[in-house]
């Protein structure tokens, strides 16, 4: 059986309060601060950023798949709820709390939870406090997201508008390797690939984890691991 625990780079910050989820990266130069808890298989590269604020108000839970990006940041003064296959790109920032000046003497300030849904891509962008995006919500690059996003929207802009709704999902046909495959089937050797059902059945080969590997790179992941020999789904 494959290694389960989190490999994380020595030169991460990780404080008291922070779990990570079975299979996860965590790369160089990574902080990770106050009440955090972060599924499995999560890739988290180098600067990026968990924290800000009063630990006992702000707090991250996320699903499975967190993929954060160089220098993204998520700050926690208030909470935040991240699901499924969430994937912040280079420089995306996550803003529970927004202001400096004397609120007092009327200046802004800003401060309330964020919750994103599964399946959702932000690269680079920003989003402000008291957002809520559902699920299949592609973000188009470098958008301030100050208001709600429904599910299955393309959306985008300073400030974000909806570009296209219920764009996502739809069942498609992949170009692999220069063929056009519409069957949610593919085989290697003796292993079986569901792309709908995200099932695998069958043994464990250099050739099928590299096969895994790169539906990976094309977003299609599994809950599936090495179990002696045999891929198994996840408890």
Do not use: C, Q
């Given at each position: 059986m494959k290694i389960r625990e989190p490999q994380i780079h020595p030169t991460a910050q990780l404080g008291p309060d922070v779990e990570i989820g079975d299979w996860s990266v965590i790369h160089a130069n990574v902080i990770i601060q106050g009440k955090v808890k972060i599924g499995r298989e999560a890739w988290i590269n180098p600067y990026a950023e968990i924290g800000g604020g009063r630990r006992e108000l702000g707090s991250l839970q996320t699903g499975d798949f967190l993929h954060m990006g160089k220098y993204?940041?998520?700050?926690?003064a208030d909470r935040v709820?991240?699901?499924?296959?969430?994937?912040?790109?280079?420089?995306?920032?996550?803003?529970?709390?927004?202001?400096?000046?004397d609120e007092a003497r009327g200046f802004p300030n800003q401060r309330g939870p964020i919750t994103i849904g599964n399946e959702v891509w932000l690269p680079?962008?920003?989003?402000?406090?008291?957002?809520?995006?559902?699920?299949?919500?592609?973000?188009?690059a470098e958008s301030l997201v100050n208001k709600d996003?429904?599910?299955g929207c393309l959306a985008g802009g300073i400030p974000t508008h909806?570009?296209?709704?219920?764009?996502?999902?739809?069942?498609?046909?992949?170009?692999?390797?220069?063929?056009l495959v519409d069957d949610r089937f593919l085989?290697?050797?003796?292993?079986?690939?569901d792309l709908l059902a995200k099932r695998?059945?069958?043994?464990?080969?250099?050739?099928?984890?590299?096969?895994?590997?790169?539906?990976?790179?094309?977003g299609i992941r599994f809950r599936y691991y090495d179990k002696g020999g045999i891929y198994a789904p996840w408890d």
């Open positions: 993204s940041f998520i700050n926690i709820t991240l699901g499924h296959e969430v994937g912040l790109g280079m420089w995306t920032a996550l803003y529970t709390h927004g202001g400096y000046l680079k962008a920003i989003v402000l406090p008291n957002v809520t995006i559902g699920n299949h919500v592609v973000i188009a996003i429904p599910s909806i570009i296209e709704r219920e764009k996502y999902p739809i069942r498609t046909i992949l170009d692999w390797n220069g063929a085989g290697i050797g003796d292993t079986e690939f695998i059945e069958g043994p464990v080969t250099e050739e099928t984890e590299r096969f895994k590997d790169s539906l990976r790179r094309r």
